[in-house]
Structures are given as structure tokens and as C-alpha cells.
DNA sequence: CCTCCTTGCGCAACCGGTTGCTCACATTAT
DNA sequence: ATAATGTGAGCAACCGGTTGCGCAAGGAGG
């Protein structure tokens, strides 16, 4: 059996909230003793039953990050492989683990009222209100990619950033842009739209609508959605995407019908992840800083678990362009 | 407060053993009983704290996923999404709940000595046997993409899918076929390398060394890997790469040379991943089974937990051929 | 020298379940 | 009618920690 508190109280001659409090640094406890109990915790390998300590003092050392089932699979297309793993490194600094789940087969209710974890970071662009609001009064949430007023989220400047790839393209002489976007419901494709409109007004110019195409929520959402802005009998000369799947979509698509990127069609994408240098030409795209996007999370969890005031706060993170050649930018 | 089986023994007038008697169906309780204290749980909301019931059954109802920080990050280039996806959507079909890390930043030895999983299955292929051995010890361990002798795993076969892609090139004609890896220092590439060898072996035909590259350990693999092979003298009329990510810089590299894929030179890929679709031309690939896998590994560690009997096996998944345009055996 | 305060530690309750054992009572066999 | 058997439920210990409270010893201050 592993060692617990008990023998190495017997094993000093002490009780067992003598040896707590030594290895747990409250309470008052002579230094000496504290060395003592420490040196043999240390010789018997002790390790603290996060169980039980849990059961005690009503906390488990753990969060959950949720992944909203529309994101999914998790495969070489998914965005958010990055941000858990992001918020893992993070938070396992501090000595949390990661509870990881899925909106499907009610894993998640189960997770949060069998009390399993403190905390619960949720990813997805779209997590509705009704299912996060009721967990909100019970534990500290966290959400990625979303927006609910009154919980604290981090996201990245889908407007901004909608605005500056807009308004790159648009400096480069393009007034034929055409957005393309698996479906504009989604509020992150939404908002990137917004921006494009934001660029275009700015410049005198109005959204035409043939130029927006959407391929709706599908595996092959790239594919429909450049068939149908190919069919039209003008072209764009550009196409700015609302995220990089489209993009490597409209260049395969593009490339497929002989057209050149970017010297016929320039594209611009949005999330600068793998994929953005994997396909040629390397694609120009909004960077959507992952990365930060996890550990900005992780760390607001780590703090509304820490204190308990409740200040809730939006964290937009900026999403600078990155330009590589598909935007005809640079020479190949 | 929470609703405890306290509050339901007062309520119903009867000792909280009894309640639990009643709720986990062990042990002798009357049927009417047995009826009225789970009726009044119901109408509480009563939901077991599983810190409670895991510290007494010495139980968590959580499985460790472990991936190998290798094969990070999580990104678009990553295979492992997938399979931590369908390992979880399997094991919270039996009420088990996924706790997530990586090899760093020793969560994982935590995670294994705090008693917060009831096993664990790693993900990479290459684990340590001397990390992994000794847990073995303590905790039922499954391994996906690795195999360590008594140790139960789960992988996709390699060597065959090696041959696989490799006699379907030869079929076609090809006698001059490189082979592309990051390296060959990992197990997997090194077996599909194997059945690469076999293939040609068969067919008369010998490994030439010049038409081996491998590009390393780092992220643009693929560039170092093709730049190496444009070199030679004499270009092969055939790659066959160790994995998609391989084969999609592959194409690239070759487009940006003014080369055509399959015209003149074919490609042929090794998972069968996402990457595989997105890329023209779209690719012919070795399918690895990931979601199988994960659901297999699964299985096997439920299996593990729920009969002691430690019969470990090996679980060889078939990978079959997908065949699409980027190996030229179908018109575009 | 006595009082008061501080310090160091143990006792025991508690977190919320599970389970072996005991016992009263009902049922059936002898 | 009595003994053997079966049934339903409670008691109490236990899982492995945490923590409020109390008490004894020691030091400081009057």
C-alpha cells in the first residue's frame, strides 16, 4: 500500500495533523519538528492522495476545457489542439490538471457536478448561454472564442482583423473582394466579416453581395463554396477567407481551374496556423495567437480560483497580419 | 450545500448505508426501498461526489491520455488530436472522464502517484520503456503507436502499409521511388520504411541509398527533406512519404520547381489525414485507422480495469490504400 | 512569584461516500 | 412448537487527508 500521512506520523512518533501541517506549511509547527516530518516524507516517497485532500477541502487541483462538438474532430483542421494544449502547459505549472471533454454524451454535467474539477474553460465560438450560465454560478468559467456578458473571455480581434487583411488587399489595388466563410451565422466568421464591411466602407466601396459565398457547415464546406463563387460569371481578384481551411480551399480550387495564386486571384486567410505554410503559394493569413489565446485563459482561471472576486473581463488578443505570398505581396 | 446520501437518509428515515445500498444497487435492500430512496434522490438532484466514492473504492472513474511532447505541438500537423477525441468519446460512454497531459512539466508522474487516474494510455511512438514500465506496475497502461514487450498496444500496421504504397507505385511502373521521412529514428517511419524495403525487395529491386531523405526533427522537415532530394542528379519518378505532412511539402516543393504531381513525379502519403484532402492534388495515402484506435485503446484499458487478468496483447489495425490523384492512377 | 501570552502539538470531527458485521424479524423446514 | 435459514437495515470503521479547538509548557512582563 502507498505511504500515507498515518505512517509517517507513527514513523516520527507525532500525529497525523502534526505531519499535515508540516508538509502543508500551515499552522504552527516548530521548525525542527517541520524538518523532521519533511525528511521522512521525503525518504518514503510520501505523495498526498489529491482524493482525499480534495475531499477535505473541497477542491480538486483540476480544470476542465471543453470543446464544443462543432469543432470537432479534432483532426489536421481544428483550431483548438493548440489551446488546450496551451492551457495544459499552463496550468500544470501550477500544479492543475486538465480534464478534457467534449459537449457530447453529457460528459461535461457529470464532470462539474460530481465536483471533479475547480474550473472549466470553454472553447468554440458559438457555446450558448443556457448551458454555461447556470455552471457559471457554481464554478469560475472561462471562455475561449466567445462572448457572454458577465463571464470573463478571451478572443482574439476578429474584427480588427477581418479590417486589416481587408484593408491589405484592398491597398494593393483589389476592389473586387470576394468573403468566403463556411456560414456567416457563426459569430467568429460574423465578426471577421464585419470587418471586411468596416474596410470596404471605409474606402467608399459597398458589400456586394455575389461576392459573399458561404459553403455552409461541411466537411467539404471549401469545396461547395468555391464552386459556387467559380460559376459566377465575374471573378474577384481577391478573396479573403475567414479562416485558413477556406483559403487552402479557394487555393486548391483555384489551382484546380488553372487560375494562379496569387497573379490572377489573390487570398488572404485567417488563423495563420500549419496549414498556412503547408500549401502553395504560402498563404497569407491573420494571426490568431493561440498560444496566448491558452495561457491567457488559463491564467484568468487560475486567478478567479485564487480570489474570490469576481471581476469578469474580456481579453481581445491583437491578430497581426502575416504575409507570406498568396497575397502577391512578395515575389515567389 | 450540495445534496449528500446524508440528506437522503434524514429524508427518507433510514441510514445513510442504506441509501448508498439502495443507489448502487449492491448489497440486500428491499425493492420498495429501494424505490422510495431513489425517487427522493431524483427529486433532490442527488449526484455522488466522486472524490468521496473514489477515495473509498479507491477508484476515479478517469483515465490518463498522455501524449509524448514529440509529436507536439497539438497543431494542425498533428495526428494525435484525433485519437485523444475518440479515446474520450469512448470512455465517457462508461461514465469515464479523460485527464489530459503532455510529458512535460512532470504532470504526469503527479497525476499517476496522486491516485487521479485509474489508468493510462500514452500516445507517441517512441514512449520509454523505463518511464512507462514502472507504472505499469501500479496502473493498467495502454499504448497507442508504440509497442513494449507485455505491454498491451494498439497500433496501425506500418510495415504493411508500407508495402502497401509501395507495391502500388511499383505496379504502376515506378523503379526509381525516394523515400521521404523526418527521420528514420522513429519507429514508425522506420517500419514503413520496412515495408518500403520488402516492396522493392520482392520485386527484385534493392534500396538506393541517394533516393532515402530525411529532413529531421524540426518543423520544416518537409522543406530540408525535398531541397535535399531536387539536388540529385536524377530525380526519382515516385516519392513515397512517411506521412502526409511529408507528402503535402512534398507536392509543394515540387510545384514550386514547375513540376507536376502525378505527371511527373507521383506521391504517395502515409496516414491519411485531413491534410490529404486539402491539399491538388489531393493525395493518395495510407489510411491509419485513428479514430479505431482510439476507440481500440480504449477498450482495451476499460477491459484492463474491469478484469485484473493482466493478459497483455497487441492490436495490429489494417491500413488500407486510399487512392486518389496525387499517385496518378486517376484522371484528374 | 504570579499572570498573561505565545508556541507546539494532539484530539476529534469532518469531507461524502462504501462495506463488513451484527442483529432483529420473518419465513420455511423439521 | 422449535430450530434453521433468509432478509432487510443499522452501526461503525474506513478511505486519507484538513482544521478548529484545547491544553500544556515555556518565556516575557509586572
Redesign the interface.
Known amino acids: 500500500m502507498?505511504v500515507t500521512i498515518h505512517d509517517i506520523a507513527k514513523l516520527v512518533g507525532v500525529s497525523p495533523s502534526t505531519v499535515s501541517r508540516a508538509l502543508s506549511g500551515k499552522g504552527r509547527i516548530s521548525p525542527a519538528m517541520r524538518e523532521r516530518i519533511r525528511k521522512v516524507a521525503e525518504e518514503l516517497g510520501y505523495?498526498?492522495?489529491?482524493?482525499?485532500r480534495?475531499?477535505a477541502t473541497r477542491s480538486?487541483c483540476?480544470v476542465g476545457?471543453v470543446i464544443h462538438e462543432r469543432h470537432?474532430?479534432?483532426?489536421?483542421?481544428?483550431f483548438y489542439?493548440?489551446i488546450?494544449?496551451a492551457i495544459?502547459?499552463e496550468v500544470?505549472?501550477h500544479?492543475y490538471?486538465?480534464?478534457?471533454?467534449?459537449l457530447?454524451?453529457h460528459?461535461l454535467p457529470?464532470?462539474v457536478?460530481?465536483?471533479?474539477v475547480d474550473g472549466l474553460i470553454f472553447l468554440g465560438t458559438d457555446i450558448k448561454e443556457e448551458l454555461v450560465r447556470p455552471i457559471s454560478t457554481e464554478l469560475p468559467v472561462v471562455l475561449v472564442d466567445h462572448c457572454i456578458p458577465g463571464l470573463t473571455s478571451v478572443v482574439g480581434d476578429n474584427v480588427g482583423g477581418g479590417r486589416l487583411a481587408t484593408e491589405h488587399l484592398l491597398s494593393h489595388g483589389h476592389r473586387n473582394i470576394a468573403f468566403v466563410a463556411e456560414t456567416l451565422e457563426d459569430p467568429s466568421f460574423r465578426a471577421r466579416f464585419d470587418g471586411y464591411r468596416q474596410a470596404l466602407e471605409e474606402h467608399g466601396l459597398r458589400v456586394r453581395k455575389e461576392l459573399i459565398v458561404e459553403g455552409g457547415r461541411r466537411s467539404d464546406s471549401d469545396r461547395i463554396a468555391m464552386e459556387k463563387l467559380l460559376r459566377k460569371k465575374k471573378l474577384p481578384t481577391a478573396i479573403f477567407a475567414a479562416n485558413d481551411?477556406m483559403a487552402?480551399?479557394a487555393?486548391?480550387a483555384l489551382?484546380?481551374a488553372g487560375l494562379r495564386v496569387p497573379d490572377d486571384v489573390a487570398v488572404v486567410g485567417f488563423d495563420d496556423?500549419?496549414?498556412a505554410t503547408?500549401?502553395?503559394p504560402p498563404l497569407t493569413s491573420v494571426h490568431v495567437p493561440r498560444v496566448e489565446m491558452g495561457k491567457s485563459a488559463a491564467f484568468c482561471l487560475l486567478e478567479l480560483l485564487s480570489s474570490p472576486k469576481k471581476v469578469s473581463q474580456v481579453i481581445v488578443l491583437p491578430t497581426p497580419l502575416t504575409i507570406r505570398e498568396s497575397c502577391g505581396c512578395r515575389g515567389?
Chains 1, 2 share one sequence.
Open positions: 502507498r505523495q498526498p492522495n489529491m482524493l482525499a480534495g475531499l480538486t483540476a476545457v470537432l474532430p479534432l483532426d489536421e483542421r481544428s489542439g493548440v488546450l494544449e495544459e502547459a500544470s505549472k500544479g490538471h486538465v480534464v478534457f471533454s467534449t457530447r454524451n460528459a457529470r464532470c457536478r460530481e465536483r471533479r481551411f487552402v480551399g487555393i486548391r489551382t484546380k496556423g500549419a496549414l503547408l500549401v502553395h515567389v
